[in-house]
């Protein structure tokens, strides 16, 4: 049974059942990640220390934030780690992760957003209902002090949402309903994308009406996978462009070894 579903959760299934099968049924835990996660992952690390630091009243230069990007990256690089483009080499996501820092530490400085937390952990209900529990993560909350909330996301990959798809994306909605859950005094909610590589923000707010075709939505996807579960589901491998950047290939029936990419 799994008690708590998480949007990134929900997609897997979505991209790949046996995936999801591994990941959060079988509860396979890897080290291997692509090398594009591992500089989002150390980027979001070093935006986190900035932000730390501007809510303990402190500015640190630029050259401070890199140092803490290249000390995570230095501290957390291991040999399990994926390039699939390989005509790239590592130092190639390092600078991109400078360049993505360099970039938004010009745009925001002096960084007077009215920030009150990073990484933020929400365990909330999809409908109050226990039986529809989900976990997030906010990269960044700001808040005026008045009720007016901003959830913030950093996105260092490639790909850019246009305000289209920011307008329909569930994630960020999601922390939306969660934080109206958890805090009182809810005025307004605005999401706040950072497309770090190419320096864009793009915002979006979400409607009463909208979030809650978003919870029936939610909770249809939660009922679809239990009842394919009781059902004895068969989890099957859905090949895809994704199989590159996926380590469970020693698990996967349609796959063989271990991804070559590593
Ligand atoms: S290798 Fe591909 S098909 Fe197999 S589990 Fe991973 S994503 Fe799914």
Known sequence: MIERFSY?????????????????????????EGIEAFMGKRVHEALEYLYEEVMAHRLPFMDGVMEKYHEVWDKNWHDRIAIVRKENKPKFYFELGERCIAAYYRTHTPFDQPAVGTEIEFVFSVNQSKDYM??????RLDHDGNGNYEIHDYKSGKRMLSQNA???D??????????????????SVKLVWHF???????????????LNELRDNTKSRIDGIREYIQNGGAFIPK????????????????KQGTNPYI
């Open 170 to 187: 569930g994630q960020l909605a999601l922390y939306q309903i969660a934080l109206q859950h958890s805090y009182e005094n809810v005025k």
């Open 8 to 32: 990134s959760s929900l997609e897997t299934y979505k991209k790949c059942p046996a995936q999801f099968r591994f990941r959060y049924i079988d509860k396979i835990y890897k080290n291997d």
């Open 166 to 168: 920011a307008d329909k």
């Open 134 to 139: 989900m976990k997030g993560i906010m990269d």
């Open 196 to 210: 770090l590589q190419y320096n864009q923000t793009i915002y979006s707010h979400r409607n009463e009406e909208q």
């Open 239 to 254: 090949k895809s462009i994704l199989c590159n950047w996926c380590y469970y290939w020693e698990e996967c029936s349609i």
